[in-house]
C-alpha cells in the first residue's frame, strides 16, 4: 500500500457558490477588488486627468470623471516625489484601495476616479484616510443618491 500526497483542494475555500455574492461572481461576500474595477492603462489615467473635475485634501487629491459601463473604477498614484520610498507608496496604495473597496457601493454608478497619495495620507490613519475619501466626494457630488458625507 502506497501513501501519496493528499489531492489538491479546489482554490476559494471549497464555496458552493450557493450564496448570493457567488451567484454575482463575487467571492468573499463581494469584497473583492477585481481588475474590471481598476484603471490600468496609462491612457485611462490620462483621460480621467484631461476630462475630470479635482479635488484636493490633505492626504489625496482626488480626480473623477462620468464614464460609461456602470461600474465605478478606481486608480491609484503616488509619486516619488511625495513619498519617497517604495515601502511608503505601496502602503498608501494599499490604503486608498482599501479605502474604496470597502466603500464602493456608496459612489455613484458610471464613474472613473483617480487618487493621487500625497506626503500627508503616510502620517494619516486608516479612518482619516477613509473619512477624507469621503468627504471629497460628497464634495464633487460622487455619492450614490445625492448625499455627501
Not at 73 to 98: P, W
Not at 122 to 142: I, N, P, R
Request: aromatic share 6%; glycine share 14%.
Amino acid at each position: 500500500m502506497t501513501v501519496g500526497p493528499e489531492p489538491r483542494k479546489p482554490l476559494g475555500g471549497g464555496h458552493s457558490g450557493s450564496s448570493p455574492a457567488a451567484a454575482q461572481g463575487c467571492v468573499n461576500g463581494g469584497e473583492r477588488f477585481p481588475r474590471r474595477l481598476r484603471l490600468l492603462r496609462p491612457a485611462e489615467f490620462t483621460a480621467v486627468f484631461d476630462g475630470g473635475s479635482r479635488k484636493v485634501g490633505r492626504c489625496m487629491v482626488m480626480w473623477a470623471m462620468p464614464a460609461e459601463g456602470g461600474r465605478v473604477r478606481l486608480g491609484v498614484v503616488t509619486s516619488k516625489r511625495a513619498l519617497h520610498r517604495a515601502v511608503d507608496r505601496n502602503l498608501v496604495r494599499r490604503r486608498f484601495r482599501e479605502c474604496f473597496r470597502k466603500n464602493r457601493l456608496r459612489f455613484a454608478p458610471g464613474l472613473d476616479m483617480v487618487l493621487v497619495g500625497r506626503t500627508a495620507a503616510l502620517e494619516a490613519s486608516y479612518a482619516a484616510v477613509e473619512k477624507e475619501m469621503l468627504t471629497l466626494a460628497g464634495k464633487a457630488g460622487l455619492l450614490a443618491g445625492g448625499i455627501s458625507e
